[in-house]
């Protein structure tokens, strides 16, 4: 099994985890290589244009395009806060906030169970703990309401400060309902990686 990651696509070399049993490492520099032993060579060093990784078992795609939902929130035009289920990265959770009641489209009712900090470069990082939401929420109108500004296009959603300043950065979904979202994760890239397209490995 042989992945060839084309060093275009991507600025950084990526980590990649094939989870499988890797026969040996070595950089595509190397002339037609014939693994000797189970052990990855300690002397290869990475060239410029990326590596070259040759492994036997399955193989897994390393660039998912459905990143965990506890992480990622949707940027929501109809909702009024800030809504988070209770694995999303937060700090300052406060059970003993007061809880409020919410509805959705359908007249169901949910209540929350706390208050929290989403860890984003946002004017306002409250967020209400919701144990009943199958998603993470981003109001749209709380985001305007606290003096930013959202911008949406085809592959991205922009929210910048009064002064010009971009905020956050998010993307749309490539697939299903092609949702806008935004990572909840502090300091992850502006797109992250799994929100690319996949490069097509090439198995055999």
């Not at 060839?4 to 049993?21: G, M, R, T, W, Y």
């Not at 990326?50 to 395009?65: Q, R």
């Amino acid at each position: 099994m042989i992945w060839d990651i084309c060093p275009a696509v991507f600025k950084h070399k990526p980590s990649i985890d094939l989870q499988c049993n890797f026969s040996f490492l070595t950089t595509l520099s190397s002339s037609s290589p014939t693994p000797s032993s189970s052990t990855p060579p300690v002397n290869s060093s990475p060239p410029d244009d990326g590596w070259l990784l040759v492994a036997k078992g399955h193989c897994i795609d390393p660039f998912p395009l459905s990143p965990l939902p506890d992480t990622t929130a949707i940027a929501d035009s109809g909702a009024s806060n800030f809504y988070l289920m209770p694995a999303a990265p937060v700090i300052n959770v406060n059970p003993s906030a007061t809880k409020i009641t919410v509805s959705n489209a359908a007249g169901t009712k949910h209540r929350s169970s706390a208050q929290a900090n989403i860890q984003l470069n946002l004017p306002n990082q409250n967020a209400k703990i919701m144990p009943s939401f199958q998603h993470n929420l981003l109001g749209i109108s709380k985001l305007c309401n606290n003096n930013s500004k959202v911008v949406f296009d085809k592959p991205t959603i922009m929210v910048f400060a009064l002064d010009g300043t971009m905020l956050l950065k998010g993307w749309q979904e490539q697939d299903g309902a092609k949702l806008w979202q935004f990572s909840l994760i502090p300091n992850e890239a502006i797109t992250p990686m799994w929100a690319m397209p996949a490069p097509s490995p090439q198995c055999s």
